[in-house]
């Protein structure tokens, strides 16, 4: 079968060329933000065609110059791009083979390929894909019948290739934000204080004053912006707008909404499935209720977007997670056909989902189209980032589990609030060009994300899900994971309190309800790594947790352990994974995202939540937003299962779930009781144990 | 208000005009085309934009570059290039320490800082003076490995 990208993308040129002698041109539509996707997708490609990897140009993601591959989103780099470049090279490689056989007068069979050159037999021929390639057209659907290489032949696949992108950012380059900054007129944008609010009053001469250097002011309704050769005049400026403006209908946040417990306040569009209600009478019943605030991306870098209008055509250079995808919102914002949009990707700061980098290019797209020829370049602001740039939704989830005489989880159900995980293809600048106009319908669709891993990943007789989709205070979209980490902190957490109701071990309850020897061979490795078997007592403030998930229960099997102390705080010692995402592309990139994973969700199950208020965030600098620090980061181990003939699965998400559960276990027996909502600060601690 | 500043950046001295209210931060990436020190929060909270000031690690993004006439500016630039890297350099791209990046320039700073007034730091002395640079992808480990590193070979150097 042809992989759905490649069908989608069929001409086999626009993934792989040889332009030049001893180059390979690879292209592919997922792009790099520091994942390592652009690395282990290249080895992918290098492997299949048997050349060295050096011999490698990668191209920068811009639209025309690589397949539409969407966004790069949902751990599913590597599973869909790489399974589509492989077949690709399979088929140019095939290719080759079929004219190198004809040239020898052989059997393709007889043929192979070493560093790009043909083989007869084991001994050279004189031809190489370079020499054919004149005579090869690529410009060709796949024939979905070359056959990739079996993981017994591997050489790049399964070792951990330097990233690609790494070095130019330790010797301080690399990110949109150092493209040329000479010539190019700087923009900040005054942001509109909630969709409605229309602007009542702008004191431009107090800006100006304060600008100190000549600046442009552009406002068209709600969307205000200031533009000059200097960034320092625009920086100054746009600080002083926010003293110097006035709006109506301004949003008002109510800062009680940042509980999660609120969200059963809101309205809400329910989504029902399962298994009919349960009416056993012979089982003990339990109920609880979890609880995740909402979460800031807390990107490093503040978005930043770069456009330029030039004879009708818009070049738009962007840190956003697809270069296709974006095109539709720059087309509505400027007027033009898709096709007058040229999209570039720049490298930016790690994102974890949808941050601001779409309205940071919508932002410099709007302002392009007004000044030709100009090169405009948009720096959003800190406060920006964390103020105005969506966040991942607050989630509140009430569970029910009933066991049979023998302790076994037999009947589930769950029913999450949550509002959308997905918020994409609406920009700020829409709202602020026509201000007061309605917002666009909330995007209640079949999968909004939040029923991910609704069920833990075990064999339960009977689950059923219920999901109300609320229309949130704030803009929700893409976190890493969606509602996944979350439901997996719920549900794991509640296994824990289903094994003690029981009277049983939590990692023999779990593998007395899991059959699948993969994930038994993980649960079992992390018993051993963590040294299970000599966990203490409860309640003595040393804590050992664990939780497993089988992420989107189709993809890797994960399993984290944590060890931790809690006196008026909670101090993390140590962290285990021991995760089987099959077949391994680089080894090192892969445990680089589980480690990272691991640490985002140790600071949000610690440290992290998004205060409301005002007209909307509250906590809009890092002194509002702590995040786990150097001196408050454990030791952590990654192992993976070796899988080299299984089909290779994503790693980006799958470690968060279980490193938050894994850590309320962990606290829970810490203290020998249970806290149910994140995040488990200092303040919530004293209030756990003052009631206990 | 503009004047002339004068500053010594990575071993160059440098006069330039610039308006008085202008950071470091500013003068460095704008006046100068160093992008190395980066922007993150422009509050002195992330560690982004660090810099050695005559030898001390700082934030540039809000101290204003006429007060600092006559100092000794040194960039992530300053200690290395990919031709000749300065030992924290390599030991980062050897033990891969670091995800999106964007966090690495001040910590490199940070970590040069720390090296230069203790060449021997613990784990946790590491910790503690990388603790005022945020990285959120999670890299940390990795880092404190990689500055272990660099300080040992550094010390079999010397």
Known sequence: MIPATLAANPSLDRWLSFPSAGKVRVAFGKVEYGQGAMTALAQIAAEELDVAFERLIVVNAATGAVPDEGMTVGSMSIEMSGASLRAAAAEVRALFLAEAAKRLRCEAGDLDVVDGAMLMDGAPSGLDYWKLSPDVNLAVAPSGTARWKTSDRHRLVGTSTPRLDLPSKVFGGGFIQDMPLKGVTHARVLRQPGHKATLAVLDQAAIRKAAGADIEIVVDGAFVAFLSRSERAVSLAVAAAEQNARWNEARVAEPELCEPIALKTLPATPWEGGAPASDASNRRKHKASYGRPFIAHGSMAPACGVARFDNGTLTVWTHAQGVYPIRGVLARITGLAPDKIQVEHAQGAGCYGHNGADDAACDAAALAVRRPGETIRVQWRREDEFGFAPVGTAMHIELAGEIDASGRLVDFSTEIWSAPHIGRGFALVESALSPGSAPPAPPVMPFSGGRLNAVPSYEIAATRVKENVIVPPVRTSSLRGLGGPVNTYAGECFIDELAEIAGADPLAYRLGMTTEPRARAVLERLGEISGWAGRGAAGSGEGLGLAYVRHRDRGAMVGVAVALSVDTEVRLKHMWCVADCGLVINPDGARNQIEGGMIMAASWALKEQVKLGGAGIASTMWDDYPILRFNEVPLVDVELMAQPNAAPLGTGEISLGPTLAAIGNAVAHALGSRIRELPYTRERIARQLLAG | ?158
């Open chain 2, 1 to 158: 208000m503009v004047r002339d500043i004068t500053l010594t950046v990575n071993g160059a001295r440098r006069t330039f005009r610039a308006d008085t209210r202008a950071t470091l931060l500013d003068v460095l990436r704008s006046d100068l085309g160093l992008t190395g020190p980066r922007f993150g929060c422009g509050a002195e909270q992330c560690g982004s934009c660090a810099v050695l000031i005559d030898g001390e690690d700082k934030p540039s993004c809000a101290v204003e570059a006429a007060t600092l006439e006559g100092k000794t500016i040194v960039t992530v630039e300053g200690l290395g290039t990919p031709e000749q890297p300065h030992p924290l350099q390599t030991a980062f791209l050897e033990k891969q320490a670091g995800q999106c990046g964007y966090c690495l320039s001040g910590i490199l700073i940070g970590a040069k800082a720390l090296l230069d007034r203790n060449p021997a730091p613990e784990r946790a002395e590491i910790a503690d003076a990388l603790a005022w640079h945020l990285c959120r992808c999670g890299a940390h480990n990795r880092i404190l490995d990689a500055v272990a590193l660099a300080a040992s070979r550094l010390r079999a150097a010397s």
